[in-house]
């Protein structure tokens, strides 16, 4: 909590970074505790701490014990000395005072992180929509209307898959067409006294209700935001959360609901307990719409229960964890597109999978945050600390120790630590085979850069079992180069006499560099040094190499080769590298010769 943020009392808006401390000077003690109160402080021992419940408790706990802590807050002579937590947004301190909680990294990435995660229609976890104060304090709103159009789309998603509140309304018509079933007994009896006509009993359905609709003028109410360019700052990434929002409301309609604006009051008024008990799914929706709905950005200041509605913020630590889970998946989707073998058609990253160290004990557990598997085998585990720059996890004796616990009873000897930063590190574990390794961008936080750091990870560990994949990573990034071979053929790698045999090395070399001829992406043979002839003749070679007991290298009965062609590897034509897959009882390995560049 170093690099204390100072500010005096009555200032209305102090803004300060997540986990480090503000300090508010000239409070007057007799009345600030009374003020903190009246903000929903809560008195731990020595201290004052406000918390917000989630949308979704975890399994196992009650509410008040799982609740988000937002602030901390200690009275130290005139000063208020405040912690916040790994939160971000703006949070209400005492009438009339705020603190505009900033995150570690910049809200261009946050967004970035609650847009990956909300694709994942299971995610468990709140995100919550700190919108209070933001016009009258002149806060720049846009970042804070993205997580607020991030958790309407998915709340109302979520309804929309489960159900939404209706109500069956029955009635009986007579007539010779209808829809619905006959009531066969009335249908008789219309019969006894000389009416020919069916009984038709038809239901129908009707959405329209005080929630549906209060949760239709919210999504209004925020197209109508997204849609405003407030001193030229547009929202980030606005037409997708414009397009996804309208398409909402828009399906919404289709079903009957509406809304008034002349109702807005009673959409105010209505709370949770108006909600059937079976319908715990509209939360988030419904938590995110009163938000918009009690919000000053629509010029009505909250004011007594309101007030509780938009009051929370974004938890970060969890956030980052979800985000984490989300790219490690896709890396391995990614992973597995390229896959030519079908080989990780098992491979899965499981978040926060329980580890049960005791036989028919349940109630003592372990619980990673990430397990990369494959089938019944852990391949790694892994740990997400969003934690501030500089700061290495494997430093810190807690986390070091749950790692190492984690991967004993996981039987792995690959960890890792995944921060957004610090840096990628290598720290292997003495005395045995094991590594952590922590993995972060080398500079600042970027998720294109994290991803890719994710993905090189992933790829390093999966190529532990799987060797091939390193190859088929090559031809993803540049060209395989076989003159009467496409990359379909990749599936046939192991085949010493299918497309990739080096049988005769003569006639391999030729179809490199003919291949690369031909190409659009390569140079012409007239534009090569005597056609090519020097790179041919370090192929051949390549291909017919020895060993230190002068052994052939590449043994033909056991080796293909894989020529991957770079165009961008020189200033002149570009490269060839050579991937020898080399499989003996002992497994495959790979081995690279090059790379070559084309004279």
């Not at 975890?58 to 916040?84: K, M, Y």
């Not at 929309?160 to 209706?166: A, D, V, W």
């Not at 020097?534 to 293909?560: F, G, L, M, V």
């Amino acid at each position: 909590m170093s690099n204390a943020v100072r500010y005096d009392y009555g200032t209305s808006l102090c803004s300060v970074q997540e986990n480090r401390k503000l300090i508010i000077e000239d409070c007057d003690p007799d009345t600030i505790n009374n003020e903190l109160r009246a903000a929903n402080f809560v008195r731990e021992g020595s201290k004052f701490v406000k918390k917000r419940p989630r949308l979704r408790t975890r399994s196992g706990r009650n509410s008040e014990s799982d609740a988000l802590q937002v602030l901390s807050v200690r009275l130290v002579d005139d000063t208020l000395h405040v912690e916040p937590s790994d939160v971000v947004g703006i949070v209400r301190l005492v009438p009339g005072m705020s603190v505009q909680v900033e995150p570690k990294v910049d809200w261009e990435h946050v967004i970035q992180m609650l847009l990956t995660v909300y694709d994942i229609d299971r995610t468990q976890s709140h995100y919550g929509v700190p919108l209070d104060e933001l016009v009258s304090s002149g806060v720049e709103s846009a970042r804070i209307i993205a997580i607020l159009a991030i958790n309407y789309v998915h709340g109302v998603r979520t309804i929309r898959r489960k159900g939404f509140i209706r109500d069956l309304n029955i009635r009986r018509r007579d007539g010779f067409e209808g829809l619905g079933s006959i009531d066969v007994e009335q249908t008789l009896m219309n019969h006894a006294t000389g009416n020919l006509a069916p009984t038709w009993i038809e239901t129908q359905v009707e959405y329209a209700n005080p929630v549906n609709s209060a949760i239709h003028m919210a999504g209004k109410l925020l197209l109508r935001l997204l849609q405003q360019d407030q001193n030229g700052h547009q929202h980030p990434r606005q037409d997708v959360l414009l397009s996804m929002v309208h398409q909402e409301v828009e399906r919404m309609e289709e079903l009957g609901i509406q809304s008034s604006q002349k109702e807005i009051g009673g959409y105010r008024r209505l709370s949770l307990q108006d909600l059937p008990r079976q319908r715990h799914y509209y939360r988030r929706a419904f938590h995110t719409s009163q938000s918009i709905l009690s919000s000053t950005l629509l010029g009505q200041a909250g004011g007594g229960p309101e007030e509780l509605l938009v009051d929370y913020a974004l938890s970060m630590n969890k956030l980052f964890q979800d985000y984490s889970n989300r790219v490690l998946n896709r890396k391995v989707d990614s992973l597995r597109q390229i896959d030519y073998l079908d080989q990780l058609s098992e491979v899965k990253c499981k978040p926060e999978p329980p580890i049960y160290p005791f036989a028919g004990n349940s109630e003592a557990r372990h619980q990673p945050d990430h397990l990369l598997t494959d089938g019944d085998q852990t391949l790694a585990v892994l740990d997400s600390k969003y934690y501030q720059a500089g700061k290495n996890p494997a430093n810190e004796s807690a986390s070091r120790s749950r790692m190492f616990a984690y991967a004993y009873l996981t039987e792995t000897d690959r960890m890792a630590f995944l921060c957004p930063q610090y840096r990628n590190v290598r720290l292997p574990v003495q005395h045995t085979g094991a590594e952590i390794e922590v993995v972060s961008p080398d500079g600042d936080f970027t998720c294109e850069d994290y991803e890719e750091v994710i993905r090189k990870y992933i790829l390093e560990t999966l190529a532990i079992t799987y060797p091939e994949l390193h190859v088929f990573e090559a031809t993803s990034d540049a060209h395989l180069s076989l003159s009467g071979v496409s990359e379909e053929a990749l599936s046939e790698v192991h085949d010493t006499n299918g497309p990739f045999s080096i049988s005769n090395p003569a006639t391999f070399a030729d179809r490199v560099i003919a291949a690369i001829a031909f190409a659009s992406y390569g140079p012409n043979k007239p534009e090569l040094e005597n056609q090519g002839q020097w790179t041919k003749s370090r192929i051949k070679e390549a291909c017919t190499k020895s060993d230190e007991e002068d052994h052939p290298k590449y043994p033909q009965h056991e080796t293909t080769c894989i020529p991957i062609y770079d165009p961008d590897g020189n200033e002149d034509h570009g490269t060839v590298t050579l991937h020898f897959l080399r499989s003996d009882q002992e497994g495959t390995s790979v081995s690279t010769e090059g790379p070559f560049p084309l004279m």
